[in-house]
């Protein structure tokens, strides 16, 4: 549905994109993190046709984003990370206007915007202004502007940005619930969101694509499925080359007086804990998590690059 080709953008001497290449299929939900600066908002910029490349293509249902820009943004639903409303408007008035915009027919449009604000949980609020709405609530007026004209593809960045956690969860829940019939692409600095919602994952920084792949793909890439966290007493008293010899170990971190022994293999756990004999105050396990992933790659990467 939408291809990334060797795409590569610059902003003065800021390489912000440095020949990125990416796919997201028909139906997926594909999240893209990375940190402040890594180049999210202007690859999606750049698929959304708000940006132009310097280098590579993009391409939306085999239509290519430079040559055909009026048929693309016809197919894609854009919600920025700041949805810039019209505050004067009244929700009801800001789908109308957006509607007519993208041409939905008349008859269509009265019954399509009362669908999105019953979706989005407004049709109480629907004509009041959006200058009295907090973050949250215009957040959902942004996506049901966004779907306004029904398009295949749907792109949101940072959609749960600074909202509240009740909020936040409601606005995962609605996104959730377009899986399957959308395509959409998900920036989120929140790695449980991306964990949560998204078919897979693609890692950026620097402009780079790190890896793409599933949660669970990329967490076994990087670490076990266990990860065993121990509180040391004396660090110095670790032997880490004989405990990466054992079975069952895929790596260790040490940092200071605390351990984190990634396992593939919870019966390693024992032997682990016989090796360092009296040296633990504690022990805790826990399941390793995409947040694990993204700070070790966005590490490694940087260390390399550097």
């Known amino acids: 549905m939408i291809e990334v080709e060797s795409l590569r953008k610059s902003f003065g001497r800021i390489l912000a994109l440095d020949d990125i290449s990416f796919r997201v299929d028909k139906g997926e939900l594909l999240g893209v993190i990375g940190p402040n600066g890594a180049g999210k908002t ?49 929700p009801r008035n800001l789908l109308r206007y957006f509607g007519e915009l993208y041409g939905v027919p008349g008859h269509v449009l009265d019954e399509r915007i009362d669908e ?38 749907l792109i949101l960045d940072e959609p749960t940005m600074g909202l509240d956690p009740a909020t936040a969860t409601s606005i995962r829940e609605f996104i959730r619930e377009l899986k399957g019939d959308k395509t959409m692409i998900l920036c989120t600095h929140y790695m449980e969101e991306a964990d949560y919602l998204c078919d897979r994952v693609a890692i950026l920084n620097q402009g780079r694509v790190l890896d793409v792949g599933t949660p669970q793909e990329l967490k076994s890439k990087i670490k076990g499925d266990l990860a065993l966290e121990i509180d040391l007493v004396d660090p110095s008293r670790v032997n ?3 405990l990466e010899e054992l079975r069952g170990v895929k790596n260790i971190r040490l940092d200071g007086d605390k351990m984190e022994v990634s396992l593939k293999e919870r019966d390693a756990i024992p032997d682990i804990i016989r090796m360092l004999e009296g040296n633990v105050y504690s022990v805790n396990t826990r399941e390793t998590t995409l947040d694990d992933v993204f700070i070790e790659m966005v590490h490694s990467d940087e260390l390399d690059y550097n």
């Open 116 to 153: 999105l604000l019953q979706l989005v949980g407004m049709e109480d609020r629907a004509d009041d202004q959006i200058n009295t709405f907090s973050k949250g609530l215009r957040q959902r007026v942004g996506i049901a502007r966004a779907l306004i004209h029904d398009p295949p593809i």
């Open 240 to 242: 880490l080359d004989f």
């Open 42 to 90: 202007t690859a999606i910029r750049i698929i959304a046709c708000i940006l132009h490349p310097d280098k590579g293509s993009v391409k939306v249902a085999g239509l290519d984003v430079t040559k055909e820009p009026l048929k693309v943004k016809s197919m894609i639903g854009y919600l920025p990370e700041e949805p810039n409303l019209y505050e004067r408007f009244t």
